[in-house]
């Protein structure tokens, strides 16, 4: 069986973006950099949601570095029920159901899956309990009110284990979790 990593990339305040954010909050480093390349280098299938392969696919040419093409490469499967087709490589769109689709998968694949934001797609899979590594990317900022998709909201209550972590450029946290199946301690 294989595992699936889900990583999210959010404000201090738990926000995916913002109105006026521009692409990594506006803290892309060398060690994010390091950190991408080495992610996208590994053997993986990728899980999307439509509106974030949408905004993948439809980066402009300047836009398109290294790290792009490498992601555009990829094994892909694209969860959505009006997306009719992909237009990167190696890409198929899937319209059954995400929680029975991405069972088989980690029951059949030959290489671990992974989810890069497509919050909604990494909500479900979280409820399901079908996410093996939580990866939170924290950039250094409180969005506030240009906020655009709170990650956490609507995500059940769940504990989880802290497995590692490290600083990115002296200022970005990534921290990874696995989700321990266990209900949260209460009062």
């Known amino acids: 069986m294989q595992t699936l990593t889900a990583d999210v990339f959010i404000s201090a ?4 973006g913002g109105e006026t954010s521009p692409g990594y909050f506006g803290y892309f480093g060398p060690d994010l950099e390091e950190w991408i390349t080495a992610e996208s280098a ?9 509106r974030t392969y949408e905004a ?12 792009w093409r490498r992601m555009s490469e990829l094994e892909t499967v694209v969860f959505s029920t009006t997306l009719e087709t992909a237009t990167w490589p190696s890409t198929r769109v899937c319209r059954d159901d995400l929680v029975g689709e991405i069972k088989r998968l980690k029951a059949g694949s030959d290489v671990p899956l992974r989810t890069m934001g497509s919050l909604s797609v990494v909500r479900q899979l979280l409820g399901a309990g079908l996410v093996d590594r939580l990866r939170l990317m924290t950039f250094p900022l409180l ?4 906020g655009r998709e709170r990650f956490f909201v609507d995500v059940q209550s769940a504990e989880l284990e802290l497995v590692g972590h490290r600083a990115l450029d002296g200022r970005v946290l990534l921290v990874e979790y696995r989700p321990t199946g266990r209900d949260i301690p209460r009062a």
């Open 143 to 146: 969005v506030g009110e240009s």
């Open 13 to 16: 305040d738990g926000w995916a």
């Open 56 to 67: 993948l696919a439809g980066l402009p040419e300047e836009a398109r570095d290294a790290g």
């Open 42 to 50: 590994l053997p993986q299938l990728v899980v999307l949601g439509r």
